[in-house]
T-cell receptor, first 116, second 112 residues
Framework: DAGVIQSPRHEVTEMGQEVTLRCKPISGHDYLFWYRQTMMRGLELLIYFNNNVPIDDSGMPEDRFSAKMPNASFSTLKIQPSEPRDSAVYFC??????????????FGPGTRLTVL | AQSVTQLDSQVPVFEEAPVELRCNYSSSVSVYLFWYVQYPNQGLQLLLKYLSGSTLVKGINGFEAEFNKSQTSFHLRKPSVHISDTAEYFCAVSDGTYKYIFGTGTRLKVLA
């Protein structure tokens, strides 16, 4: 298995532009998580999905952020409009419901977002 | 509410010396505990986890951790570190739901 795949790995954009981050979870994993990592706030959970349905989006900072999971193999995190304070590394993670690794989250390599 | 405290933001240690990275948590319910490692410009990788059973948990790369319920701690140890262990280490707690609460991380710097 290729692991969790995220694209792009790096994104540089200007304030006010729309940004879309993409994630492909590990096949067979029913849960998908979006995190944001900054020096000031550490790792924050933004939202998570179970079977493509958003379960908890209480970590989404504001209405400029939205996330979707149209099918089991794809999710997006969109920021519109972007602001400099959104600059961070965004991680996607997935986990299975059962099996030996059922309580383990598998992380992607992250997308480093810079908003100028 | 749950929380995780990693008291040391940075830990420098010489190669082949032992190291302990501290993690304390608070929770009103039973917990699952995890240590993840993040190498530069990479995602997080699971080192070890405590779900139940033996309080001494062995993980990858020679790391181990001990769950101490009375002290609400889950410290990570390695008897002899290598240069390649230089990374950031995160402790996380889960109450059995699907959410993790992460600590702020400890940056381990192994010196030659």
């Amino acid at each position: 298995d290729a692991g969790v795949i995220q694209s792009p790995r790096h994104e540089v954009t200007e304030m006010g532009q729309e940004v879309t981050l993409r994630c492909k979870p590990i096949s067979g994993h029913d849960y998908l998580f979006w995190y944001r990592q900054t020096m000031m706030r550490g790792l924050e959970l933004l939202i998570y999905f179970n079977n493509n349905v958003p379960i908890d989006d209480s970590g989404m900072p504001e209405d400029r952020f939205s996330a979707k999971m149209p099918n089991a193999s794809f999710s997006t995190l969109k920021i519109q409009p972007s602001e400099p304070r959104d600059s961070a590394v965004y991680f996607c993670a997935s986990r299975p419901t059962g099996g030996e690794s059922y309580n383990e989250q598998f992380f992607g390599p992250g997308t480093r977002l810079t908003v100028l | 509410a749950q929380s995780v405290t990693q008291l040391d933001s940075q830990v420098p240690v010489f190669e082949e010396a032992p190291v302990e990275l501290r993690c304390n948590y608070s929770s009103s319910v039973s917990v699952y505990l995890f240590w993840y490692v993040q190498y530069p410009n990479q995602g997080l990788q699971l080192l070890l986890k405590y779900l139940s059973g033996s309080t001494l948990v062995k993980g990858i790369n020679g790391f181990e951790a001990e769950f101490n319920k009375s002290q609400t701690s889950f410290h990570l140890r390695k008897p002899s570190v290598h240069i390649s262990d230089t990374a950031e280490y995160f402790c996380a707690v889960s109450d059995g739901t699907y959410k993790y609460i992460f600590g702020t991380g400890t940056r381990l710097k192994v010196l030659a």
